[in-house]
C-alpha cells in the first residue's frame, strides 16, 4: 500500500458523535485525498490537499472537515456522524497533480454509524 | 455530464480462461484513462494509465486499450488465475484535475 496507513481500520460509532480517521504516509508525497466508496457509485472525493496547510472540497464533502499540519498527516474529521456516512473511506497520496501522477490508495476504514 | 460506465458489473470465469471488461467515458476534457485492482477489504492498485496517444498498454496478463474517439477503452485479462478475483475499476482524468471512477466490475475466477 506504497507507504500509507489508515487508522482507525474499522470503527463503530453512534449518530451525533465526532470521529477523526487518520491518514500517514512516508512517501513525501505533495497531494493527500480523502474518498468514500459506497455500493453502487464510484470512489467519490470528499477532499484533499496540496500542502501543509492547504486544502480544498471535493464533490461530497457536506459534513467532513480535513486538516493537514504536517506533510505526512491528514486528518479526516466528521463533526457529528450521521447514518449516511456509514462507509469505507481510503486515503490516497500523489507526488503532484491528480492528472498527471499516479495515485496511490490506503488500505480503507470501515466506518459504521448506528 | 462527465460520466464513466464499467460492463458487465459482474463476471463469473474458469480459471485459465480470458476475459475483457469494458468501459465507456464521456469525460471533457480528457487527460488520461487509468484500470485499478481492487481486492475485497484492499485499496485499489493501479494497473496502467493511458494518454490520448495510446492505444494499448500492458502489465503482465492484463492489457488496456483505447480508442479515444469513441471513448471506449477495454481490459483483457489472459489466461486467468484465481488471484485476478477482484473488483477492476476505469477511472478518467480529466485536465481539470478531475479523476471520474467509474462504480467496477467484480470478476470472479473459479477453479
Known amino acids: 500500500d506504497a507507504g500509507i496507513t489508515q487508522s482507525p481500520r474499522h470503527k463503530v460509532t453512534e449518530t451525533g458523535t465526532p470521529v477523526t480517521l487518520r491518514c500517514h504516509q512516508t512517501e513525501n508525497h505533495r497531494y493527500m485525498y480523502w474518498y468514500r466508496q459506497d455500493p453502487g457509485h464510484g470512489l467519490r472525493l470528499i477532499h484533499y490537499?496540496?500542502?501543509?496547510?492547504?486544502?480544498d472540497k471535493g464533490e461530497v464533502s457536506d459534513g467532513y472537515s480535513v486538516s493537514r499540519s504536517k506533510t505526512e498527516d491528514f486528518l479526516l474529521t466528521l463533526e457529528s456522524a450521521t447514518s449516511s456516512q456509514t462507509s469505507v473511506y481510503f486515503c490516497a497520496i500523489s507526488e503532484g497533480r491528480p492528472f498527471s501522477y499516479e495515485q496511490y490508495f490506503g488500505p480503507g476504514t470501515r466506518l459504521t454509524v448506528t | 455530464k462527465n460520466q464513466v460506465e464499467q460492463s458487465p458489473q459482474s463476471l463469473i470465469i474458469l480459471e485459465g480462461k480470458n476475459c475483457t471488461l469494458q468501459c465507456n467515458y464521456t469525460v471533457s476534457p480528457f487527460s488520461n484513462l487509468r484500470w485499478y485492482k481492487q481486492d475485497t477489504g484492499r485499496g485499489p492498485v493501479s494497473l496502467t494509465i493511458?494518454?490520448?496517444?495510446?492505444n494499448t498498454k500492458s502489465n503482465g496478463r492484463y492489457t488496456a486499450t483505447l480508442d479515444a474517439d469513441t471513448k471506449q477503452s477495454s481490459l483483457h485479462i489472459t489466461a486467468s488465475q484465481l488471484s485476478d478475483s477482484a473488483s477492476y475499476i476505469c477511472v478518467v482524468t480529466a485536465n481539470t484535475d478531475k479523476l471520474i471512477f467509474g462504480t467496477g466490475t467484480r470478476l470472479q475466477v473459479f477453479p
Open positions: 490537499s496540496y500542502g501543509v496547510k492547504d486544502t
Open positions: 493511458m494518454t490520448f496517444s495510446e
